[in-house]
């Protein structure tokens, strides 16, 4: 069975600042996906980042990074300078079909 | 738009009568899933089509709980005597054939059990 495990259920941040959300997870895969899913309050959730197993290098989009370390079967979320638009919960999610984290609800203070 | 669409978004019933919920996912996208998610929690796995075909389904996925994607199009998940703790959330996700297992996900449709 696969499981993923996030560790803080909130965290807040001040405006233009970084934060580092954590997740572990667990899979029986050799070949996996890891995703960090955003969800905004009352919204659909939509993809944050993506990272695929088999790549060493850690993934980035913008503001968005992953620190992925393999062995540990760690996979943390950085955002960097800090909107007040990234206020939302975050899950961690691995493999297909998707099993998540129970989600971090992110702050954001101006 | 051509995002994922889920009907109706809000329903509540009373406890023991039936109700049913319509996704239609992005149309190029052969692979749906529905997930449930309670309040404080990570969605859930339900089940999951690929085309027309029902692959998986979760223990979650009681005898009261069916769904169908008759032609491999839009699908729907029909709850039977529903009890309270049904009150969910219930999302429908969507991916095409492309192995990077990103589903693009519906706003959802949510459930209130009286």
């Known amino acids: 069975a696969q499981t993923v495990t996030q560790s803080q259920p909130e965290m807040s941040v001040q405006e233009a600042e970084t934060v580092t959300l954590s997740c572990t997870y667990d899979?029986?895969?050799?070949?996996?996906?890891l995703f960090w899913y955003k969800q905004p309050p009352s919204r659909q959730m939509i993809l944050v980042i993506r990272q695929e197993a088999y790549k060493q290098q850690n993934a980035t989009e913008n503001r968005f990074s992953v620190n992925f370390q393999k062995a540990a079967k760690s996979f943390s979320l950085k955002i960097s300078d800090s909107q007040l638009g990234d206020a939302a919960m975050y899950f961690c999610a691995v493999n297909t079909p998707l099993v998540f984290g129970k989600g971090t609800r992110l702050s954001v203070i101006a | 738009d051509t995002g994922v669409s889920q009907n109706p978004r809000h329903k509540i019933t009373k406890r023991g009568q039936n109700v049913t919920f319509r996704c239609d996912p992005i149309s190029e996208h052969n692979r749906l899933y529905w997930y449930r998610q309670t309040l404080g929690q990570g969605p859930e796995f339900l089940t999951y089509f690929q085309n027309e075909a029902q692959l998986e389904k979760s223990r979650l996925l009681s005898d009261r709980f069916s769904a169908e994607r008759p032609k491999g199009s839009f699908s729907t998940l029909e709850i039977q005597r529903t009890e309270q703790g049904d009150s969910a959330m219930y999302l429908c996700?969507?991916?095409?054939?492309?192995?990077?297992?990103?589903?693009?996900f519906g706003e959802g449709s949510r459930l209130t059990v009286l």
């Open positions: 996700a969507s991916r095409d054939r492309e192995n990077t297992g990103e589903l693009f």
């Open positions: 899979t029986s895969e050799s070949d996996y996906y």
